[in-house]
């Protein structure tokens, strides 16, 4: 999630970094939150929000209570972080709803919930955090879903999904089938762990024009079993992953999507309508297959 260090976040207030940790531990505003080293990370529109009612107020109480009624600037990743750590669902809703005032469902995805539940992901000991966090993600994501108009366009696109819990991966997937969807392709998502002969069952009803592995918990013996499905139908549909979660790298990596939904719907819109695209390479790992356990 973005954010700004104390030093930066104390110069755009004009005051000390003393002074804003005190604020921190008086008003508990601004919040920030830690990242995995335990520095302390500012979100911008909250310091925005805090600057201009400093102006007005010369007051830090007063400027404080300006800044939390008017809802800490535009709608945030921060914002969405508090909610959950609060486990108040119907702030976490709030959050949203005001994002989608003035973002689409993609950028309110990308810029707002997404990196709320990686920030929520990132630190120890907050377990029952993350999973409300994680549940209340995918419900409102399976409800965009089902408002998503029918598809406009006649080409499908099957995504293989290896994640098998609910976390952080899992809503990546979830992310990405909702960026197609509202995109206009008609979608099937399947389990990475179906049978060969029935993925192919799906993969004959749907003829797909393209595949897409996803998910970050694939086995190589998995991902054989899905590929000799794919070739027992005849399929000549190119396959591509997403965020990385092939176990083959190297010379027999698979082109990658991106890490995000709408880099990856871009890619998949122009490899289908066949424009020119530069799918980017797999970045090396230190592990180049993961064995099933």
């Given at each position: 999630m973005s954010g700004i260090r104390t030093h930066a976040a104390a110069e755009l207030l004009g005051v000390s970094p003393n002074t804003l940790r005190s604020w921190e531990r008086r008003f508990t505003y601004p919040r920030p939150r830690r990242t995995a080293g335990g520095h302390r990370q500012y979100d911008l529109a909250e310091l925005e929000a805090l600057r201009r009612a400093l102006l007005e107020t010369h007051n830090i109480s007063s400027a404080i209570e300006v800044a939390r009624r008017r809802g800490e600037g535009p709608s945030s990743a921060n914002r969405l972080l508090d909610a959950f750590d609060r486990f108040d669902e119907v702030a976490a809703d709030r959050v949203l709803e005001e994002s989608l005032a003035v973002r689409s469902v993609e950028r309110t995805v990308e810029e707002v919930l997404l990196p709320a539940v990686e920030a929520a992901d990132d630190r120890p000991s907050r377990e029952?955090?993350?999973?409300?966090?994680?549940?209340?993600?995918?419900?409102?994501?399976?409800?965009?879903?089902?408002?998503?108009?029918?598809?406009?366009?006649?080409?499908?696109?099957?995504?293989?999904?290896?994640?098998?819990?609910?976390?952080?991966?899992?809503?990546?997937?979830?992310?990405?089938?909702?960026?197609?969807?509202?995109?206009?392709?008609?979608?099937?998502?399947?389990?990475?762990?179906l049978a060969a002969d029935r993925a192919a069952r799906a993969i004959r009803a749907i003829s797909p024009n393209a595949f897409v592995f996803c998910g970050g918990d694939a086995t190589l013996e998995v991902v054989g079993r899905l590929m000799y499905a794919v070739k027992q139908v005849g399929s000549s549909a190119p396959v591509l992953e997403y965020r990385e979660s092939m176990p083959v790298k190297g010379e027999r990596s698979v082109p990658t999507l991106g890490t995000v939904p709408t880099e990856a719907v871009e890619r998949v819109r122009e490899l289908i309508d066949g424009e020119r695209i530069e799918l980017a390479p797999a970045r090396p790992r230190a592990a180049t297959v993961r064995s099933q356990a």
């Open positions: 029952p955090e993350l999973e409300l966090a994680c549940r209340w993600a995918t419900g409102w994501l399976h409800a965009q879903r089902r408002i998503v108009p029918p598809a406009g366009r006649p080409e499908s696109v099957v995504i293989f999904d290896a994640s098998d819990r609910l976390d952080l991966e899992a809503l990546h997937v979830q992310a990405l089938e909702l960026a197609l969807r509202r995109a206009g392709f008609p979608t099937l998502l399947l389990s990475f762990g």
